[in-house]
């Protein structure tokens, strides 16, 4: 198995862009998806592969990876957007999942 | 309208069982990749255990021998059968379809992403 690595906090100000990592040895095989989650909801699928949304995702979100490194961007955060941030891939072996320990955002 | 519907949580004592069930309405369970993923109180998400379409499972080092994930493709039903139960198997289990995309890029990796999640139900072990 692998771990991926996410920064446990991160701030923003109201309007401003934030990045949000991940790493890990599997990301050099496989892309991350990322999901965030809200206090008391269940996770919402917010990006996947080479910078792809779901529909319904605001274009202010955005991915990119490098490497063992996958990034989550939030071009002008807005208020709505503080919550906790998970990445996740298929680990090395490709049949099990992995998650990042999940990074907290706090829009001030 | 896709849905994932979680439930079957309860208090459970230490070394006992419960079976999780999660109903799916607007895909068929048996087509896709589906995976239980859960979340201990104040911790981050943790995935389960998995079931392709083709049958195939994988569990997580946390609950394998103890945990079973299956599913009745008659009522597009997915379950996680949970055994032995622990103090640390206390969570929020969720059930959630992994979706599956080609790159568009040549001889990268297919893109994978849990699109669907339900709502969650929530297992205590505790004595």
């Known amino acids: 198995s692998s771990e991926l690595t996410q920064d446990p906090a991160v701030s923003v100000a109201l309007g401003q862009t934030v990045r949000i990592t991940c790493q890990g040895d599997?990301?050099?095989?496989?892309?991350a998806s990322w999901y965030q989650q809200k206090p008391g909801q269940a996770p919402v699928f917010v990006i996947y592969?080479?910078?792809k949304r779901p529909s319904g995702i605001p274009d202010r979100f955005s991915g990119s990876s490098s490497g063992n490194t996958a990034s989550l961007t939030i071009t002008g955060a807005q208020a709505e957007d503080e919550a906790d941030y998970y990445c996740?891939?298929?680990?090395?072996?490709?049949?099990?999942?992995?998650f990042g320990g999940g990074t907290k955002l706090t829009v001030l | 309208e896709v849905q994932l519907v979680e439930s079957g949580g309860g208090l459970v004592q230490p070394g006992g069982s419960l079976r999780l069930s999660c109903v799916a309405s607007?895909?068929?369970?048996?087509?896709?990749?589906m995976n239980w993923v859960r979340q201990a109180p104040g911790k981050g998400l943790e995935w389960v255990a998995s079931?392709?379409?083709?049958?195939?499972?994988y569990y997580a080092d946390s609950v394998k021998g103890r945990f079973s994930i299956s599913r009745d493709n008659s009522k597009n039903t997915l379950y996680l059968q949970m055994n032995s139960l622990r103090a640390e198997d206390t969570a929020v289990y969720y059930c959630?379809?992994?979706?599956?995309?080609?790159?568009?890029?040549?001889?990268?990796?297919?893109?994978?992403?849990?699109?669907?999640w339900g709502q969650g139900t929530t297992v205590t072990v505790s004595s």
């Open positions: 996740n891939s298929r680990d090395t072996s490709g049949n099990h999942l992995v």
């Open positions: 599997s990301l050099r095989s496989y892309y």
């Open positions: 959630a379809r992994e979706r599956e995309w080609e790159s568009s890029d040549l001889f990268a990796p297919p893109y994978y992403g849990m699109d669907v």
């Open positions: 607007g895909f068929s369970v048996s087509s896709n990749f």
């Open positions: 592969g080479k910078n």
């Open positions: 079931m392709y379409s083709s049958g195939s499972t």
